[in-house]
């Protein structure tokens, strides 16, 4: 064989390598062209919520189709992983399983909401936690989140599984069950004013049971908390629900989580948690709930580690490590003790300065509205374009941090977006009674 031929063959076996090695890198870095998404129950947020992630997600990752995947709950959720049915699932922090998950994002808060019917002389049949034994009530899906959490709540007040008239029944089974009078009461996990509960507090027999005075140090609420460490103690504000409740209900609330299958790509994760922060503010029109969502959370709130992909985009603002300084980070270090109470002055005083900024732009929503002339349509459309104006500012004032993503956000967003349908519909009446 002549050199010529065996330096041929060497630059050929080396090419072959190459080549070989391309084609593993193009299948390493193949994404799916399909992920689901495991929800809830029809009627509840988990459902909605997930449609509307499944069609953002679709955007800005071409060639992926999204779906979002109806399930009875939590536990279900993660069997539908574990069976390689679904890739991705939202998901209460308070259930676990088998399943190799890890975290994209906390998305907002879950609220314990326990709806009791009232009798036929208008009182009401259960006024406490107690009183729920002997009682038909409704603990959620078997399997679900809710039932998980409706039997936590009822073992702390010693109510046994055999003391109830206990039903397994989804949300929307269980709405009509206590429309018809056949329940007594029924445990219903969500966010807040989730449609189901609006529904239900709309008639005059039906309200919300407290499991425990809100704000008052050593209450059920704080047992209720001991016994489940990812159980939250919070209170569902007075007239939340329009006319109800009249009085701040105490409750309990879980986190809703996006998890996502261990072993799913780093690069596709990252960019699916790029996808819900990019359109945050946008997603939070659709699913009032997103509103909460912020970069920053207590990494306690999940049972789930983080996965390396979201992870990458939570720390794409960092500095590497070979371009800290040294000799700064020893001064930070030395001077860390004396910065730190005036740090917590600047916190204290930066919340102040939100919880003031959301009385104020609540102030002026309510300015605007008492300046209303209903008979004259200009003013109405002066009236809907400022509130619109107040709800976009507020939207943008979220999205920059410079207001909280609470409870008393969420109900601004509610009296806006209310107020600006009815004035819709009355500029529609105007309009018609302008027509010859």
């Excluded at 009032?288 to 709130?301: C, F, G, Q, V």
Aim: hydrophobic share 45%; with cysteine.
């Amino acid at each position: 064989m002549g050199a010529a031929e065996q330096r041929g063959r060497t630059w050929t076996g080396w090419l072959a390598l190459a080549l070989l090695g391309l084609v593993a890198l193009a299948c390493g870095a193949q994404r799916p062209d399909r992920l689901r998404i495991a929800t809830g129950q029809r009627g509840g947020t988990f459902l909605p919520l997930g449609e509307t992630l499944a069609v953002s997600f679709a955007k800005d990752l071409p060639g992926i189709e999204f779906t979002a995947i109806e399930s009875p709950g939590g536990r279900a959720s993660i069997e539908l992983i574990e069976r390689g049915e679904a890739d991705l699932a939202l998901l209460s922090n308070h259930v676990v399983g088998e399943a190799e998950l890890q975290l994209v994002a906390p998305l907002y808060q879950e609220t314990l909401q326990v709806v009791v019917r009232r009798g036929a002389d208008g009182k009401a049949l259960i006024t406490d936690p107690l009183e729920l034994a002997g009682k038909r009530v409704s603990v959620g899906a078997a399997g679900s989140g809710t039932e998980t959490i409706a039997d936590a709540v009822l073992n702390h007040f010693d109510i046994g599984p055999d003391m109830i008239d206990r039903r397994n029944m989804a949300l929307v089974d269980a709405k009509a069950a206590l429309e018809r009078g056949e329940l007594d009461a029924a445990f219903i996990v969500a966010g807040m004013r989730t449609p189901a509960v609006d529904d239900l507090l709309r008639r005059d027999d039906m309200d919300l049971l407290s499991l425990g005075e809100p704000g008052r140090v050593g209450s059920a609420l704080d047992g209720i908390r001991l016994d489940a460490p990812f159980f939250t103690v919070t209170a569902i504000p007075e007239h939340a629900y329009g006319r109800k409740p009249e009085q701040p209900v105490g409750t309990i609330c879980v986190h809703a989580l996006l998890v996502v299958r261990a072993d799913l790509d780093e690069d596709l994760v990252h960019d699916l948690t790029e996808s819900l922060f990019t359109h945050k503010v946008d997603l939070s029109k659709q699913e009032r709930l997103l509103s909460h969502l912020s970069e920053r959370y207590d990494p306690a709130l999940s049972p789930y580690p983080v996965h390396p992909g979201a992870d990458r985009f939570y720390r794409r603002d960092e500095p590497t490590f070979f371009s800290q300084h040294i000799d700064e980070i020893s001064f930070a270090l030395t001077i860390g003790a004396l910065l730190f109470s005036a740090f917590s002055a600047l916190r204290a005083a930066r919340r102040q300065a939100r919880r003031s900024r959301i009385e104020t732009h609540c102030q002026e929503a309510r300015k605007i509205v008492a300046e209303l002339v209903p008979q004259q349509s200009a003013s109405v459309q002066r009236t809907r374009d400022a509130l619109f104006a107040v709800r976009e500012r507020t939207l943008g004032e979220m999205a920059d941090e410079r207001l909280d993503a609470n409870e008393a956000f969420a109900i601004l967003q509610a009296y806006l977006t209310a107020h600006i349908r009815e004035l819709d519909a009355q500029l529609r009446v105007h309009a018609d009674a302008a027509e010859p």
